[in-house]
Nanobody
Framework: QVQLVESGGGLVQAGGSLRLSCVASGIIVNINTMAWYRQAPGKQRELVAGITSGSRTNYADSVKGRFTISRDNDKKTVYLQMTSLKAEDTGVYYC?????????????????????WGQGTQVTVSS
């Protein structure tokens, strides 16, 4: 069973910084794309940033130049460094990952990729 656990959220003043972390645990063969999403009150969940296994990154326009996503494959961890935070960055931040595990099927174990979510961490930016 794969679990994603986020940490690092909290209350910060506008202009401040936070660093979120997300650790994947379980019997994981490989992790492909990892990403951070966020959901503000009354709004849909949106992609904030993503990073491939080859460390290719993409960002929402609203966070470009302020947020940086990175990963440590040995630690099965993805980070989100957030700077110059704004009130509109407030929300619950969720970690997402495509994890490959080994599933027993018929005569043996085979790789299987599934998408997983963390439980979320609250980020509140006061103006």
């Amino acid at each position: 069973q794969v679990q994603l656990v986020e940490s690092g959220g909290g209350l910060v003043q506008a202009g401040g910084s936070l660093r979120l972390s997300c650790v994947a645990s379980g019997i994981i063969v490989n992790i492909n794309t990892m990403a951070w999403y966020r959901q503000a009150p009354g709004k849909q969940r949106e992609l904030v940033a993503g990073i491939t296994s080859g460390s290719r990154t993409n960002y929402a326009d609203s966070v470009k130049g302020r947020f940086t996503i990175s990963r440590d494959n040995d630690k099965k961890t993805v980070y989100l460094q957030m700077t110059s935070l704004k009130a509109e960055d407030t929300g619950v931040y969720y970690c997402n990952a495509d994890c490959v595990t080994r599933t027993f099927y018929n005569d043996g174990y085979y790789p299987r990729e599934d998408n997983y979510w963390g439980q979320g961490t609250q980020v509140t930016v006061s103006s």
